[in-house]
Each structure stands twice: as structure tokens, then as C-alpha cells.
């Protein structure tokens, strides 16, 4: 059978290298079925993140041959295996072992932006009407599987560590999604501004070319949010119609 | 005497999926301390892989439609061993809970006036199911999820539960460890929710992922919880087959629900031979009837291939078992012939089922909009499970011990109708968080018996001491893990016998041994060679358990089906498998007969039939 080399990183936070495994490459294989073999084989206790294999939850983020990518949607037959595929941890979150980083920093991200918040309910039933055309964008959003792929490519954070500044794109496009939900009547606009840091992100559009799931982030998504927040912000006659108006206003 | 980190809370949920969340959501809405024990990071459950949808009879397509007609549907479909009781409170709820997804920020596609839209499903007699393209479980996933990290629940992730603690007959707590960096911790609780989800991982084959161990079943077995039905576990008909690193990913019902057909090698459809007496009447004889109502025909009766999925996988294993199969052993699944009807089919199929044409793209090299799938049964979830109250979801046996979702049992009887699972971890997610957090308002807190402790943690140390012994019989986790799967997919899966199921149950005395001898090499940080070993344990039980029950029902019904008893027996249409620990440690079976339905109940069913 055919044979490819795994150079995997080994290690945790106070150090480690590359291993290079050897392994069966079959029809078809993703890069996580390799990860698994080896696990199963010879490395009992290589630590990598995984639960559907089919691109649906978004556990098995790494960078294959230094592109962040989804272990279980990177087939082997699109890579180069007549040298090692090197298989490395995300770069933008502490490492905790081997491929396994620590993710926690989004969770505690998404908790600080202010939930959703529908209007009255159309219907005594207690439910809404919303055509399906306006909510298209918003689908298009809650495709997200959370990886965290767009903010590990995303230099703001994995080269300028503006962690505490910037949200992400991940965050950035949760934000849009709230942002133009037909029924949300929260305002996000201010934090979106401050505390969310959406000026940091200069529109290099390296989180839309990693998205597994295709979301137009960079245009669809964050480019509205600020050109709302300069609408909101930065508009002159907007600006010349609060400095004049009555006060009492 | 280890100093364990503690955590103390009114309720804790263990399993973090839609039935865990729902259940966190509600007991938190006390202003009880809530805590959420998960095995991965938030959001990443097997929730997230239902596609198809949420079945409640919103009656948004069709006005027909009522919670009647869901119960009886679901009887139907169960063979009438559910729980009926658990059958009524799902069907009644289900439409509110729905409703309630939206306000928490949930966007489901949308009917023409702008309600949630709702599509045809296997066994559901009007379109039922309201989803988000073939994403629905992702999307009832993170709504929880975005919904729940504002209520001020504790969340727990990477953490897995070794064994729950009781006080007397009733629970106090858990052990669990965190995969960061191995340590235990002592969770101590007044009530507590088991949510964990499947046993798919018993079998080779499987839709499941590697958290599917079968967790809740064997930890409150073990506390002396009851187990029902446990040989009720569903086959899905159609899973990925080809190539072989995908075998058994799913392909959501959603497919023929969009008008997908079912075909063998020679181009027949198969499924118009096989249509069972008892569906007669509501399924269609011809394909252009069947074509009809999944274009919403409300005179047009469904397509066989919409008939329930114990059915329509036992079909598919036919086909290819007398040679009529497709290349890589499975059949035809086709939805790129929709192009003959509609004009833009391509564009259709991606916008109905965006991630199956994205998913046989990027992994089969399949282009669903113009050639046909390959694909076979794949191991999907379990009916059996934990036994309990229908309206509290307490065990039966353990007081303070809830249950609720897929480990719990009652609602699918012998066989599930897809989109049933989603309304099921909602309507009684939300019931166990309610009614576990009134159990904790009611009871003091138990207590904690640290020799208890000591001795959970010092056997889900013992690998590590076995992988520190050199040249002791000892072998890796994996390698016994591979062959208890290989075995129960062998003898105890889609098509079972008698002697089979003995060789199974030897089998499984051998790989009890094996378990035992299983060794780890490493350190406790993040270690999945460990984390696979201590799992272990948690597999054989419910394999066990599955086989113990199988032989025990000498009939077939649903999704459990003897060669050796081929037919329905109306003496096991009555009864329900039960399992518990005997005296001697040992499972106990006994069969129980079902309390007998109410007459508003049986009328419904017999007005439905």
C-alpha cells in the first residue's frame, strides 16, 4: 500500500518539534483519518480535536502545510505527498498539546457582545413573519461552524496579539448576523466601534479565502459594520446637524 | 488523600447538546446555580450534525396538521411500544418550543407569507419539519448556545464524567476530569441531568463521533438506574459508503424528502416493491404521485422512500444482499433526476441541501446536482436508553437523577421518525432543567463520600500503572475498541440471530478481560489514549446492554430485526426490555408490560388509522 509522511508538531507550551510519522494513504483519506491512524498506531497520545469528520462542527482546525485549514476536509490527494505533510497547531491561541490549542479567548469574546433582542412578536401566537429574502444574509452568517480558522489567519491577532482590541472576524460576522436580523432591535453600533476594535481590520480578506463554509466575511459582513459605524460616527452632515440642533433635543 | 478542585451547584447538566442546553437554560431560570459538563467545547455536540429538522406540527404548509396527527405518527412509527404519554407531551410541545427558537434569535427558512417553512419527512403524514436548509441541528445548536451564556450557567468544557456520587439512594454529585491537563474534579450537586447523547461508537459503522460512548447510560446504570429497550437502535439508511475514509457520515432525509430516489444497479426504485402493509393507504404507488407530494401536493400521497428508516434500511441491506448493490456495496441515492421536473434543478439542489452538495464534493469528488450517491445504512441513535418519568424525566430509580435527549428512552418506541430527535431534546430538555431544578429547590445537598472518590479516581488511573509495567499482557486502548466495533457490527446490528448474539455475548466476556488489561503510555494532559481506555468501559456496558435486550425480544419490530423471528409477535407489542444491575453485579432483563393507553389517546390513534 501506498505510504506518505506526517510531519506532525509534538509538544505543549514549554516547547516541542516536528515528528515525522509514516502511514497507510488510502482512496479518499482526509488529513484527520492520517492524524487517526497514527493515533491509533503509534502515537496513543496525540492530542487533536475532532467530533462530526464531516465539516459540520468545526473542532479540527490546524494549519496543513501552513494554511489553516479543517483536518477532516482536506483530502490527501490535493496535497503534495512526495514530501512530508506538516501539520501544525493553530498559531493565533496558546498551544495546550500537540494540535490543541486553547480556543477560550472566543467564548469569552462572544459572551461580551450584547445578545439578541427581537421586537413584539407579529402574531398572538407568539411568532414573527420575515421573507425569506431578507433573511438570506443572516443565514448566510449562521453558517459559521465556528473553527476559528478567519481568526487564526487574521493578522490583527495572530502577528499583532490585538486580542484585547479586536474581536475577529468570527465576532465581526456573529455582530452582522445579529446586526441584520430582521427582527434585533439592539444597537451595537458603539462597541462595534470601541470595544469591538472593528477599524483594526483592513480588509487583506485572508478569513474569507479560509472559511470552510464559504462566508463572504470580509464584504459581506464587515464591511457593512463599518459602513455603518461611519455613517453612524463620521458622517459630517450628521455630525454638523447634532453640534446645530437645539439642545433641548 | 487527594485534594480534588470542588465545585459546588444546584443543578448540574452533564452533555452540552441541544437537550443539555435546553435543560441548563430552563433550571437556570430559577436563579439556581447551574453548571454544564461537557466532553468537547461548546457548541461542537452532535446536535450539530441533524440536518434535516425539527418535526412539530406547526401547521404552517399544511393546516392539517395538528398534535394528533404527530402523536399518532409517532406511535406509528415506534410500533406502539413508546412511551405514550411521552409521545403526547412531545407532540403537544413541540410547536411552542419552535416557536421559542425564534425568539432567541433562531432564522428557519421561511413560507411565502413568511412563517417558519416546514418539510415532508419519512413517516410524518403532513411536511412537519421546520429547518434551516441541511443545517437545522447547527442552527438549534448555537441559538442554545447564544442564548445560554447570558443566563449565568457555569460551563464546564473538555471535562468528562467518571462516575456519579450518591448519598443513599440518591445522587450527590460526580467525578470528572478535564482533558486539559488530566486533573479530577468534584462536582457536587442537588439534581443532576444526564444529556450525553448516543452509543453510535459500538459499532464500526457509525454517523457518530468519538464522543458517542454511551456515557449516561452506563453511569446511571451503575448508579441503578433502569435501562429500556436498549435493542431498539437505528440504522440510518443512508450514510456516505464510498471512499472508505467517509463510511457512515450521514446523508439527511432531506434528500428524498426533496424528491431523492432510491435505485439499485439496475435502475429500479427498489422501494415501490417493498411498501408495508400498514402504510398502504398513505404511501404512493407510482412515481409520479410520489413526485407530486414532495412538490407539497396536498392530494398526492408520499413516496416509499419516505417510508420509516428501520424499513427503508432493511431494504437497502436486501438489494445488496442479493447482488442488486452498486459498485462499492451500497445503493443509488439520486437527486440530480429532479432536473427532468424542474428547470433549475442544480441551483434547487444546492439551495435545499447546500451542505450534502458541499460535503460529496469536497469528500467523494460527487457532484449531487448531476450524478447519483452511493450509500448504504449507517449506525444513527439509539430509541433505548434511560429510564424515566415522562413529565419530570427522573430516573425511575434514582432520585434526583434526570435524564433527557437521545440517552434518555420512551418517546420512539421501536424505531424514531427522523426529526423527532430535535423536538424530542427541546421539549424534554426543557422539562428536565425544570423539573431538576425544582428537585434541587426541594432537597438539601447530599453528601460526598471521599472513599467514593479515591476509588473512582484511583481505577480511571489504573492504564497509566499498567502502561508503567514493563512486559505485562498489557495492549492499547484503540486496538480493543476497533474489535468490540467490528463485533457488534457483525453479530448484533442491522440483521440479528440468535446464535450470532451468543457469540456476541462471549465476546464481549473477552473484551471485558481485555478492558481490563488495557495500558496508556504519556502524561494526563490531553492524553486521548487515556481518554479512549476510560471510555471503554462505558461501550461494553451498553453493547451489553444491547445484545442482553436483543435476544431477549424473540420477534422483530422497528429497528430491531431477528432472522430467526421474522415476524412481528403481538406478545412483544406489549412489553418493554428492562435492564438492571442484579445482586451478583450482574444485567438483569425482564420484559414489563406497557400501562395501557388512555381512551383519549387510543382514539386519536384509531381516528389517525
Not at chain 1, 37 to 54: E, F, V
Not at chain 1, 158 to 172: M, V
Not at chain 2, 177 to 205: H, N, Q
Not at chain 2, 239 to 251: A, K, T
Request: aromatic residues 8%; charged residues 30%; negative net charge.
Amino acid at each position: 500500500m501506498k505510504q506518505a509522511t506526517f510531519s506532525i508538531w509534538r509538544g505543549d507550551a514549554a516547547g516541542g518539534k516536528f515528528q515525522d510519522y509514516e502511514t497507510d494513504v488510502e482512496e479518499g483519506m482526509v488529513v484527520l483519518d492520517a492524524v487517526h491512524q497514527i493515533q491509533a498506531t503509534q502515537a496513543n497520545d496525540l492530542a487533536c480535536r475532532w467530533n462530526c469528520k464531516a465539516g459540520k462542527c468545526g473542532s479540527c482546525s490546524a494549519e496543513i502545510n501552513g494554511i489553516p485549514r479543517l483536518m477532516c476536509m482536506t483530502r490527501l490527494n490535493a496535497l503534495p505527498l512526495e514530501k512530508p505533510v506538516t501539520i501544525e497547531p493553530m498559531k493565533a491561541f496558546p498551544l495546550v498539546r500537540d494540535l490543541v490549542t486553547d480556543v477560550s479567548w472566543n467564548f469569552a469574546v462572544k459572551k461580551r457582545i450584547k445578545k439578541f433582542k427581537p421586537r413584539p412578536p407579529d402574531a398572538p401566537d407568539g411568532s414573527w413573519r420575515m421573507a425569506q429574502d431578507d433573511i438570506d444574509r443572516v443565514q448566510e452568517f449562521r453558517k459559521c461552524i465556528e473553527c476559528f480558522l478567519c481568526q487564526d489567519v487574521c493578522h490583527v491577532l495572530r502577528d499583532h496579539h490585538k486580542h484585547e482590541e479586536f474581536i475577529g472576524p468570527r465576532f465581526l460576522v456573529y455582530v452582522a448576523a445579529l446586526e441584520m436580523h430582521p427582527l434585533d432591535t439592539e444597537d451595537r453600533l458603539a462597541e462595534l466601534k470601541e470595544a469591538h476594535g472593528v477599524g483594526f481590520c483592513n480588509i487583506t480578506k485572508c478569513c474569507t479565502t479560509v472559511c470552510p463554509e464559504n462566508i463572504t466575511i470580509t464584504d459581506n459582513a464587515i464591511i457593512p459594520l463599518k459602513e455603518r459605524v461611519v455613517d453612524e460616527f463620521y458622517d459630517p452632515l450628521k455630525s454638523l446637524w447634532k453640534f446645530l440642533r437645539p439642545k433641548k433635543y | 488523600m487527594a485534594d480534588y478542585q470542588t465545585h459546588e451547584h444546584d443543578v448540574l447538566i452533564i452533555g452540552a447538546g441541544g437537550a443539555g442546553l435546553r435543560a441548563a437554560i430552563e433550571a437556570s431560570r430559577t436563579g439556581l446555580k447551574v453548571g454544564l459538563v461537557c466532553k468537547s467545547l461548546l457548541g461542537k455536540a452532535h446536535t450539530v450534525m441533524a440536518e434535516g429538522g425539527i418535526a412539530a406540527a406547526l401547521a404552517n404548509v399544511d393546516d392539517r396538521d395538528n398534535w394528533r396527527v404527530h402523536f399518532a405518527d409517532t406511535m406509528r412509527g415506534g410500533q406502539y411500544v413508546n412511551n405514550w404519554r411521552m409521545a403526547e407531551i412531545h407532540a403537544k410541545e413541540a410547536p411552542d418550543r419552535v416557536r421559542e427558537l425564534e425568539s432567541w434569535g433562531a432564522v428557519f427558512d421561511r413560507t411565502p407569507d413568511g412563517r417558519i417553512l416546514q418539510r415532508n419527512f419519512g413517516g410524518h403524514r403532513y411536511p412537519r419539519l421546520a429547518h434551516v436548509g441541511d443545517r437545522t441541528g447547527l442552527e438549534l445548536i448555537r441559538t442554545l448556545q447564544d442564548h445560554g451564556i447570558h443566563q449565568g450557567i457555569d460551563v464546564h468544557m473538555e471535562h468528562t464524567v467518571v462516575t456519579l456520587l450518591k448519598s443513599g439512594d440518591r445522587v450527590s454529585g460526580v467525578l470528572a476530569y478535564e482533558r486539559e491537563r488530566g486533573r479530577f474534579k468534584v462536582f457536587k450537586a442537588r439534581s443532576i441531568v444526564l444529556a450525553t447523547g448516543g452509543i453510535g461508537r459500538a459499532y464500526k459503522i457509525t454517523s457518530n463521533s468519538w464522543e458517542y460512548t454511551g456515557d449516561g447510560h452506563a453511569l446511571a446504570y451503575d448508579a441503578g438506574a433502569e435501562l429500556i429497550d436498549m435493542e431498539f437502535v437505528q440504522f440510518h439508511p443512508t450514510g456516505m459508503i464510498w471512499p472508505p475514509s467517509v463510511m457512515g457520515i450521514l446523508v439527511t432525509e432531506g434528500v428524498r424528502g426533496e424528491g431523492g430516489i432510491l435505485t439499485n444497479k439496475d435502475g429500479t426504485r427498489f422501494m415501490f416493491g417493498q411498501i408495508p402493509d400498514n402504510y398502504k393507504a398513505q404511501t404512493a404507488d407510482n412515481p409520479e404521485e410520489g413526485w407530486r407530494y414532495c412538490q407539497g401536493d396536498k392530494d398526492a400521497r408520499r413516496p416509499p422512500e419516505l417510508l420509516t428508516r428501520d424499513h427503508v434500511a432493511r431494504c437497502i441491506v436486501k438489494e445488496i444482499k442479493e447482488g442488486r448493490g452498486s459498485p462499492h456495496g451500497g445503493v443509488y441515492l439520486d437527486i440530480a433526476w429532479i432536473k427532468e421536473k424542474l428547470p433549475n434543478a442544480a441551483e434547487h439542489i444546492k439551495r435545499k441541501l447546500p451542505s450534502m452538495y458541499h460535503q460529496f464534493k469536497q469528500l467523494a469528488d460527487i457532484d449531487i446536482t448531476t450524478e447519483a450517491m452511493e450509500i448504504g445504512p449507517t449506525t444513527h441513535y439509539v430509541m433505548g436508553g434511560i429510564r424515566v418519568d415522562a413529565d419530570t424525566q427522573m430516573t425511575t430509580t434514582v432520585p434526583g437523577l434526570f435524564a433527557c435527549g437521545e440517552c434518555a428512552s420512551g418517546i420512539n418506541g421501536a424505531n424514531r421518525l427522523g426529526g423527532n430527535s430535535l423536538s424530542d431534546i427541546i421539549v424534554f430538555g426543557k422539562r428536565a432543567g425544570e423539573y431538576a431544578a425544582k428537585f434541587a429547590q426541594e432537597h438539601d445537598a447530599g453528601s460526598v463520600d471521599q472513599a467514593e472518590v479515591e476509588e473512582a479516581a484511583r481505577r480511571a488511573l489504573e492504564p497509566f500503572e499498567r502502561g508503567a509495567k514493563e512486559g505485562s499482557s498489557a495492549e492499547g486502548p484503540y486496538k480493543v475498541q476497533y474489535d468490540l466495533q467490528e463485533m457488534m457490527q457483525d453479530l448484533v446490528g442491522i440483521v440479528r440471530r440468535e446464535d450470532e448474539m451468543q457469540r456476541a455475548l462471549e465476546g464481549l466476556g473477552k473484551l471485558w478481560e481485555r478492558a481490563k488489561r488495557v495500558a496508556v503510555h504519556g502524561h494526563r494532559e490531553y492524553n486521548p489514549g487515556w481518554h479512549t481506555a476510560i471510555d471503554l468501559k462505558n461501550l461494553l456496558t451498553v453493547s451489553e446492554a444491547v445484545t442482553r435486550s436483543a435476544l431477549q425480544r424473540k420477534e422483530s419490530r422497528g429497528a430491531h430485526f431477528r432472522d430467526d423471528f421474522e415476524a412481528k409477535d403481538p406478545a412483544f407489542g406489549s412489553v418493554n426490555t428492562v435492564l438492571r444491575r442484579g445482586a451478583d453485579g450482574g444485567m438483569d432483563v425482564r420484559l414489563e408490560t406497557i400501562p395501557e393507553m388512555p381512551e383519549h389517546l387510543k382514539e386519536v390513534i384509531k381516528e389517525m388509522q
